[in-house]
């Protein structure tokens, strides 16, 4: 039974009382900064904060049991608040839980059909652009804590007495988590920074705004609730576009930060679990009044430097906020913000790619172009769109450079001139390929070897016949040496007439299309390009 539990925790080293503690305390300190970033979040979609605060219990719960990466932490996010600003404001809260539901069932077929392995087509600086940017959006999130009213961002600023208190504290709880782990490590930093800063303002009469200025965190069980809208077909054309997209998002984002902790802890987490449980938690909370949430890396850095790298910190974040809304409420309210603002500003802090500094001045500059544009779209848009500019573009780029590589080493050879060409055959190098070769030479023989080049898709295919069907017309012999068999079976009835296939035996690679054809007699059967 205990190493059944053990297993089930993802714990890579002994469980020791002194682990189990760590876990907690990792988890009640992401459960303390989880409230005001819930009712935020929850403020910013329009809805009631207990909407907010009821999403970070039942995501953070179940992506903790189930998720692919034990230490990860997901609740209410931002990326998500702001789609759903639109939905909520036109239909209604009710359309939203039915969307969250929506949502919840797209991820999970998700998950069944494994789409999340395609996180790995995310190149590395579109990566650090991912983080980058972030790290800018959680900034520049905490700075509506230095307004008269941080709910409201139109508000004015805070000036005199009261800024110089907000910053004092915030400095005062940066600098204990920079200290206090040089001398101990048993209490996570943050923690104990969050409750010295409170005692201070609570016993110290100081006037600085807490968690209960922006609004009540108290409430009681979440309840089953079937969303309030007409079961017709113009309800589902209304919440389609936004499940997907709230689906899209939550994915892409929970699944980079899953693959951010796997660099932080090591070891490999299961993209399709994730997915799974995404899924299976975004269901769950659209039936209980929530609206919907996705993984958090900012509460997942706090969670992962505390100490809490097992499942175990990530179901007593979800237990503590369910005690928090349910019993103490008015403790946590007299949390002062700055307190929190000074715990994500360490987070900003820890999550930025600082190194990325350095190595762009050594990267390509196509490389650091990208890191540049996805950290740019990510703080100006959101980060689904940012990732998915950053592979565009990366495409595009790869897609480039493969077409400047196409060449081709040109000798004669017993009276025939060769073309023995290098590099990928593919719609991106056609016209280089192309401009090789000259149709008006004085040879009547010309051999094509395609021993160290590769043909990737069809318009490779097509570029063949065409160049083909130019040495047919002007008289002359063409001879295809080294093609794969699949690409000669892809190669249309009149271009085979056209060309001679080398009788080679080749190795088998496979690269374009497997189709079965019949060749002519004699035609070798082996494949290479």
């Given at each position: ?79 998500l ?100 782990p ?11 920074a ?24 108290a ?54 679990k ?30 992962v430097?505390?100490?809490?790298t ?24 007299q ?32 490389d ?10 990510t ?70 070897d395609f ?79």
């Amino acid at each position: 039974m205990l190493e059944k539990f053990i297993q089930f925790t993802g714990a890579t080293e002994p469980l020791t009382i002194g682990k189990i503690k760590t876990e907690i305390l990792s988890g009640l300190t992401v459960a303390l900064a989880l409230v005001p970033e819930a009712v935020a979040f929850a403020i910013v979609a329009t809805v009631d904060p207990l909407v907010g605060l009821y999403a970070a219990f039942i995501v953070g719960l179940i992506t903790a049991i189930f998720g692919g990466r034990p230490g990860m932490i997901s609740g209410a996010t931002g990326a998500l608040a702001v789609v759903m600003v639109s939905l909520v404001v036109g239909y209604g809260v009710e359309y939203l839980f039915a969307t969250v539901v929506l949502m919840g069932i797209f991820q999970l077929l998700a998950g069944v059909f494994h789409l999340g392995k395609f996180i790995r087509m995310v190149p590395h600086p579109v990566m650090l652009g991912f983080v980058n940017g972030l790290a800018i959006v959680i900034f520049l999130a905490q700075l509506n804590q230095f307004k008269v009213n941080p709910s409201d961002s139109g508000s004015a600023w805070l000036s005199g007495n009261a800024l110089y208190i907000m910053l004092g504290l915030v400095g005062l709880t940066m600098l204990i988590m920079v200290v206090l782990p040089k001398f101990t490590k048993a209490i996570p930093a943050p923690l104990v920074a969050i409750l010295v800063v409170s005692l201070l303002v609570v016993f110290g009469g100081i006037n600085a705004s807490t968690v209960g200025d922006v609004a009540s965190v108290a409430g009681g069980l979440p309840q089953f609730h079937l969303p309030m809208v007409p079961f017709t077909f113009e309800t589902l054309i209304i919440i389609l576009p936004y499940a997907f997209i709230l689906s899209a998002i939550g994915l892409i984002e929970s699944l980079l930060t899953l693959n951010l902790v796997n660099d932080m802890l090591g070891g490999r987490g299961g993209a399709s679990k994730e997915c799974v449980a995404q899924g299976a938690s975004n269901l769950v909370t659209g039936l209980f009044g929530g609206m919907g949430g996705c993984a958090m890396i900012g509460q997942s850095m706090i969670n992962v430097k505390s100490g809490g790298t097992t499942r175990i910190s990530g179901i007593a974040a979800a237990m503590f906020l369910l005690i928090i809304i349910l019993f103490a409420s008015g403790l946590i309210e007299q949390i002062p913000l700055a307190a929190l603002v000074g715990v994500m500003f360490m987070v900003v802090i820890g999550t930025f790619a600082w190194n990325s500094l350095k190595t762009i001045r050594t990267m390509k500059l196509s490389d650091a172009m990208v890191l540049v544009l996805v950290t740019f779209v990510t703080v100006w848009q959101d980060l689904a769109i940012a990732v998915v500019v950053g592979v565009i573009v990366s495409a595009l780029v790869f897609a480039w450079e493969a077409a400047k590589r196409m060449g081709a080493k040109v000798h004669s050879e017993d009276g025939s001139l060769v073309y023995k060409l290098k590099g990928v055959l593919f719609f991106g190098s056609v016209e280089s390929f192309n401009e090789l070769f000259n149709i008006e030479d004085v040879h009547d023989d010309v051999v094509i070897d395609f021993i160290d080049s590769r043909v990737r898709d069809h318009s490779g295919i097509e570029a063949i016949e065409a160049l083909a069907a130019k040495y047919h017309l002007a008289g002359k012999t063409l001879h295809l040496r080294h093609l794969s068999s699949d690409c000669r079976n892809l190669l249309n009835k009149s271009a085979r007439q056209m060309v001679e296939v080398s009788k080679v035996e080749d190795p088998n690679y496979k690269v374009a299309a497997d189709y079965k054809g019949h060749f002519p007699d004699g035609v070798s059967q082996g494949s290479a390009h």
